[in-house]
């Protein structure tokens, strides 16, 4: 997962290494998933969210279709 | 000790210390923090490599590649925060790094492409807004298949 300054870029990276344009997060949605994922990894608690526990994070920040089902076989 | 017991202890232990000192230990060092075999450590890497809550180096099981949101080496993703330098795996990790540690924390990092500096900052909780946007080249369900290249 990379950083980029706009979708321009983005479009001259996946031109340039033949790699398919796949979908972009902005930084408010980026910041929302790393808090789900991390904000209690260093706690007793922690755990990697289930594969439905991801769908209704994705969905809740507006990231849904098959690319962000971590069952779904689609993308093969 | 229950296995699930010694799993919690080691990890426990691999946060600890790579929050304090901003390097990812290997497992002797975590056998010695916790005053346990290295063997039984080795034991533990694999059950969070199975859990998808650590990946060993290739070739090198005695040490850690990532820990997310850690990486073990160097990336093009260091994380400035409570006065030492962290490395994450990826864009998302570098917010993953601040939302774990619970401080303000700011990545010097770069566009994908052109290489044009692009910092990422944390400050009281919430992310510095940009209009920079992150490319997720690998749909969910893959993300584990090559989690470096990920």
């Known amino acids: ?16 290494h033949n790699i398919p344009r796949r979908p972009l997060v902005d930084l ?14 260093l706690t007793v608690e922690s755990r990697r969210p289930t594969s439905d526990e991801m769908v209704s994070i ?3 920040l507006g990231l849904t279709g098959p690319f962000w089902d971590p069952k779904s076989d689609e993308w093969r | ?9 080691v990890k426990l232990a691999i946060y600890e210390m790579t929050a304090e000192t901003g390097r990812v230990p290997n497992s002797s060092e975590i056998s010695r ?17 199975a859990k998808r809550l650590l990946l060993p180096e290739p070739g090198d099981p005695r040490q850690i590649r990532m820990a997310p ?14 006065g030492k330098r962290y490395y994450a795996n990826c864009v998302w990790d570098a917010y993953g790094i601040a939302a774990a540690l619970h401080c303000d924390a ?28 992150a490319h997720f080249a690998v749909p969910a369900g893959h993300w584990w ?6």
């Open chain 2, 145 to 150: 298949d090559d989690l470096i290249f990920t």
């Open chain 2, 33 to 49: 923090r916790i005053d346990i075999e290295e063997n039984e450590v080795l034991t533990v890497f694999g059950r969070l490599h």
């Open chain 1, 1 to 16: 997962m990379l950083l980029f300054r706009s979708e321009e870029t983005v479009n001259q990276w996946c031109a340039a």
């Open chain 1, 58 to 60: 994705f969905n809740s």
């Open chain 2, 106 to 133: 700011i990545s010097r990092a770069s566009d994908g492409h052109t290489g044009e500096p692009l910092t990422l900052e944390v400050k009281a909780g919430a992310p510095v807004l940009k209009p920079y946007v």
């Open chain 2, 1 to 9: 000790m229950p296995k699930d017991d010694l799993a919690t202890k």
């Open chain 1, 28 to 41: 408010e949605q980026l910041w929302q998933l790393a808090v789900h994922w991390y904000a209690n990894r």
């Open chain 2, 69 to 82: 949101p850690f990486s073990g080496v160097p990336t093009a993703f260091p994380v400035e925060a409570n």
